[in-house]
T-cell receptor
Framework: GNSVTQMEGPVTLSEEAFLTINCTYT??????LFWYVQYPGEGLQLLLK?????DKGSNKGFEATYRKETTSFHLEKGSVQVSDSAVYFC??????????FGTGTRLQVFP | DGGITQSPKYLFRKEGQNVTLSCEQN?????MYWYRQDPGQGLRLIYY???????QKGDIAEGYSVSREKKESFPLTVTSAQKNPTAFYLC??????????????FGEGSWLTVV
């Protein structure tokens, strides 16, 4: 079946460090891929998305490229800030618009 | 302002009680969803609805019930049959546009605790 696997956290970084959060997926066909962010005590907000192979989603300095050959959608940011501290979820949707989520990766950024 | 409103934000339930979580959206979205989030875990789909008066079970529907009498509203009832209901509940919605890339928007969530 369809599934999403994310790297386990927490990921702990100093401010201005480079961030990578790995995400791989298993799906039949060609799903759409998403990154959502959850700040403490809040709901999820869409960070970026890509709907077909080789698409790059980007927002607020974050980027992720839909890699069909490696079934991956890794999240990257060149220079993180303390305000980026949150839980990041990778997700896919396929046909029925139901989202299938990974388990989430907590990012902690220290000054 | 347009958005998804969940209420209450915090709810305490006694053993054996049914409780209902409200979800209202004014985005004219077609589909609505309920997810459950347990600490340190991802989100699991409870129920979803793509049109009024119709809904489908998700991965963990046992012990829950929903209704979709209006396009704007999708309340979730946590019944006494749900053995471990303490969790964070998230409502979501999207406009169905014929492809799988539609963005799904989330409410702020409701915390349910069994006391």
């Amino acid at each position: 079946g369809n599934s999403v696997t994310q790297m386990e956290g927490p990921v702990t970084l100093s401010e201005e460090a480079f961030l990578t959060i790995n995400c791989t997926y298993t799906a039949t066909g060609y799903p759409s891929l998403f990154w959502y962010v959850q700040y403490p005590g809040e709901g999820l907000q869409l960070l970026l998305k890509a709907t077909k192979a080789d698409d790059k989603g980007s927002n607020k300095g974050f980027e992720a490229t839909y890699r069909k050959e490696t079934t991956s959608f890794h999240l990257e940011k060149g220079s993180v800030q303390v305000s980026d501290s949150a839980v990041y979820f990778c997700a896919l949707s396929y046909n029925t618009d139901k989202l299938i989520f990974g388990t989430g990766t907590r990012l902690q950024v220290f000054p | 302002d347009g958005g998804i409103t969940q209420s209450p934000k915090y709810l305490f339930r006694k053993e054996g009680q049914n409780v209902t979580l409200s979800c209202e959206q004014n985005l004219n979205h077609d589909a609505m969803y309920w997810y459950r989030q347990d600490p340190g875990q991802g989100l699991r789909l409870i129920y979803y609805s793509q049109i009024v008066n119709d809904f489908q079970k998700g991965d963990i529907a046992e012990g829950y019930s929903v209704s979709r009498e209006k396009k704007e509203s999708f309340p979730l009832t946590v019944t006494s049959a749900q053995k471990n209901p303490t969790a964070f509940y998230l409502c979501a919605s999207t406009k169905l546009q014929g492809n799988s890339g539609n963005t799904i928007y989330f409410g702020e969530g409701s915390w349910l605790t069994v006391v």
